[in-house]
């Protein structure tokens, strides 16, 4: 399967630049209402995550019903089941700054996770971004912010289909 991004995604540059940050969530296109109508509701970890990069959310959209997080906790043992294209969904947010700087969590490489590889704090540090010479999707690629609250509904802007 090929991710298909929307036309007329907002460019990145340094997601922070704007007031209001558009950000994406990866999930199965049946959890949209549920989550239109209570929110991004932190899951069995106590969290909930969107990325400044389309392609992270593409990605982890395919990591199934019970999502990545439980993969993680079986190594990856059980077998990833793959759906028809029209299962998967990217939720679109527009996210305020102030909502973001109030309530984010960032991976800053001191936890303990599957995305160790990423020592720096790369979506807290602009210096990290100013100094990167690679593109702005390379610079994303799986970068998350998490949340330990509610991601309000009222900032949803949209969803799409990256595999259809």
């Known amino acids: 399967m090929t991710i298909q991004p ?3 995604l907002p460019t990145t540059g340094w997601w922070l630049d704007t007031e209001i940050v558009p950000c994406y969530h990866g999930t199965f296109s049946h959890k949209f209402h549920s989550i239109q109508d209570q929110g991004l509701v932190p ?3 106590g ?3 969107v990325s400044p990069s389309y392609l992270t ?3 982890f959209s395919v990591w199934g019903e019970e999502g990545i997080d439980t993969h993680i906790e ?3 043992n059980g077998k990833l089941q793959i ?8 939720i679109h947010f527009a996210l305020p700054r102030d909502f973001i700087e109030k309530n984010a969590l960032y991976r800053d ?3 303990k996770s599957f995305f160790s590889r990423h020592k720096q704090p790369r979506l807290a540090d602009r210096r990290l971004y100013d100094a990167f010479s690679g593109t702005d999707e390379e610079y994303y690629d799986f970068e998350e912010v998490k949340f330990q609250c509610v991601v309000p509904p009222e900032f949803i ?3 799409s289909f990256p595999y259809c």
């Open 6 to 8: 929307p036309k007329g």
């Open 109 to 111: 490489g001191t936890e």
């Open 57 to 59: 959310a593409a990605t």
């Open 157 to 159: 802007s949209g969803i």
């Open 83 to 90: 759906y028809r294209p029209s299962t998967y969904a990217v």
């Open 43 to 45: 899951g069995s970890s």
């Open 47 to 49: 969290l909930c995550y």
């Open 74 to 76: 079986r190594a990856f």
